[in-house]
């Protein structure tokens, strides 16, 4: 990425159809980072070479449980936890979808919060804390 245009390594478009190594200009896209998955579509440039317009980050399903709530906000323990985030994910109640308590097994994206730091968003409880099923 540079700080006006980057290039998508590889992709398929709606058709199909292989590309690599695709230009597109940063005022087409999302704010993205190097090795984001994204979507786009192909068009051509005046140029006459084939570009992608429309590029934006493809949301990735990640799965956790439900670590703490708190009034307003909760955290997620993340099953693919890494030592730099110590596991935890920081979430607002108004994402989940469903409603959540501690130990419930959720789906989620990740998107970056309000200072740049990773954040849960689109919160699905997709299974209740095994305690849960035995009432």
């Known amino acids: 990425l540079h700080p006006t ?21 940063r005022k087409d896209s999302t704010p993205l980072e190097v ?8 068009n051509t440039h005046t140029s006459g070479a084939t570009i992608a317009i429309n590029v934006t980050k493809k949301p990735v399903k ?8 708190h009034l307003t906000y909760g955290y997620i323990k993340r099953f693919d936890a890494d030592v730099s985030t110590k596991g ?6 108004k994402h989940p979808t469903t409603r ?9 994206e990740e998107s970056l919060g ?13 299974a209740p804390h ?3 099923l035995l009432q």
């Open 5 to 25: 245009h980057g290039y998508i390594k590889s992709g398929v478009d709606a058709n199909g159809n292989a590309h690599s190594n695709l230009y597109f200009h």
């Open 35 to 42: 090795g984001d998955i994204v979507e786009f579509e192909v």
């Open 62 to 69: 990640k799965m956790g449980t439900v670590k703490s709530l």
């Open 88 to 93: 935890n994910l920081f979430f607002h109640l």
């Open 100 to 108: 959540l308590e501690v130990g419930d097994v959720v789906e989620y």
């Open 114 to 126: 309000k200072f740049r730091i990773p954040i849960g968003i689109n919160i699905a409880k997709i």
């Open 130 to 132: 095994p305690k849960q």
